[in-house]
């Protein structure tokens, strides 16, 4: 089995994370958690005394609380990115805010989580900072060539090769209230034991620059179900923002332009784009084909709201973070319901990963109106046009 690169933890060279938080019991449990889970954790009770670490010594991350006396998360983070920018910083809130969203992701803040911390959530998002930050570093300071006994994507690229004629797509139905159907998302699975997590095929694609022909391997197939006797109307294609300067996508003889009036590209925000302005033109280079354009996963990093706001999408995709045991948590429903009623201004909203009946209640209850979950269906290799 292949190994990937830089996601698994090695013991001798343990990450190093720090957190900064004013109450003691919270910076308490987060150290505990995170060392746990085998990094090494320095910890802070304000800001300058996380400056005053960072100063120090090289962190792979930095969680920190954002409501602090003297100086808070965010001055914090603007602090941090004057001295380093690239390091990973994930935000932690009592009171869920767009406001102070907004003013984080501006600086670039990587997570927003909501507290009470859940640990498997905390344990999840550090692991993939700390990834990030190893990727970022070795883009900034690469091995010379010379120096290399082996280029490091050897065997690498012939498992790319092989994922690439094992790619299928599933397709998961997304409802609307009475049951009826809306679309279709198509999301890519991998037969290869070794990538049955898309995100690690998508991960593995990127650090070979080869995600274009992952890309175009999937829409490939996406435009399947357009032909034959059972065509979809409307299908949500995932696709990753470096992605969407693929000339194929515009090409008259690409997989998806003819279709592009049924196709909602959804854009994951969790990688970095070339720039806001680029992006700008480039969705309405995409509008002006026919494409609809949907962001996805909003409400898992501050970076979503920040594309939310300046793409003016037709569709926005709540993550599933925020659905989840949405019945049980006031906070959770006045902030989907405060994003039920910015969308009603830009466009639609549709509730990702619903998976009880209690959630889908409280969905309705703030103004949700579409829906797509396990509670609905599965992703599925067939997709029915009309299920409902
Ligand atoms: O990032 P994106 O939203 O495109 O990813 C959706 C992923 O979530 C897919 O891999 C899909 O299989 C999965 N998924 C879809 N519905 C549910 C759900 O109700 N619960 C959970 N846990 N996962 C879901
Ligand atoms: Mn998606």
Do not use: W
Not at 2 to 18: E, G, S, T
Not at 113 to 121: G, Y
Request: net charge negative; proline share 7%; charged share 25%.
């Amino acid at each position: 089995m292949q190994a990937l690169p830089k996601v698994q933890p090695d013991p001798k060279f343990p990450r190093r994370i720090l957190i900064v938080d004013d109450e003691p019991e919270p910076l308490r449990a987060a150290a505990r958690v995170l060392r746990r889970a085998g990094y090494d954790v320095s910890t802070a009770e304000d800001g300058q005394g996380a400056l005053t670490g960072l100063s120090r010594g090289r962190f792979d991350a930095v969680v920190s609380d954002i409501s602090m006396p003297g100086m808070d998360g965010i001055a914090l983070l603007r602090s941090i990115r004057d001295v380093d920018p690239e390091v990973p910083v994930i935000l932690l809130t009592g009171v869920p805010a767009i406001e102070t969203a907004v003013q984080a992701l501006d600086h670039g803040a990587y997570k927003y989580l909501v507290k009470p911390i859940n640990p498997e959530q905390l344990v999840d998002v550090a692991a993939k900072a700390v990834r990030l930050a190893a990727s970022r570093r070795d883009e900034m300071e690469p091995i010379p060539s010379s120096k290399r006994l082996f280029h490091p994507t050897d065997g690498l690229s012939s498992t790319l090769e092989l994922a690439l004629t094992n790619i299928r797509l599933v397709f998961q139905p997304i409802v609307k209230r009475d049951g009826a159907l809306f679309g279709h998302e198509a999301l890519m699975r991998c037969n290869l034991p070794q990538l049955v997590n898309p995100e690690a095929l998508i991960e593995m694609a990127n650090s070979l620059h080869r995600l274009e022909e992952l890309g175009r391997t999937a829409r490939r197939l996406a435009s399947a179900v357009f032909t034959g006797k059972k065509r979809l109307d409307t299908l949500f294609v995932n696709i990753h923002p470096s992605e969407l300067y693929d000339g194929e996508l515009l090409n008259p003889n690409g997989a998806l332009t003819p279709h592009a009036p049924n196709i909602v590209l959804e854009i994951t925000e969790r990688a970095s784009v070339r720039s806001m302005g680029d992006l700008q033109q480039r969705v309405a280079e995409l509008r002006a084909a026919g494409y609809r354009i949907a962001i996805d996963d909003l409400g898992a990093g501050y970076a979503g709201l920040s594309s939310f706001i300046q793409l003016e999408p037709d569709v926005v995709k709540v993550d599933m973070s925020l659905v989840r045991d949405v019945d049980q948590s006031k906070k959770k429903q006045r902030l989907i319901e405060n994003l039920v009623q910015l969308c009603g201004e830009m466009g639609t909203l549709v509730v990702e990963g619903v998976e009880t009946t209690a959630e889908r209640d409280a969905l309705f209850a703030v103004g949700c109106r579409l829906m797509q979950g396990y509670l609905f269906a599965r992703p599925a290799p067939n997709p029915e046009p009309a299920v409902f």
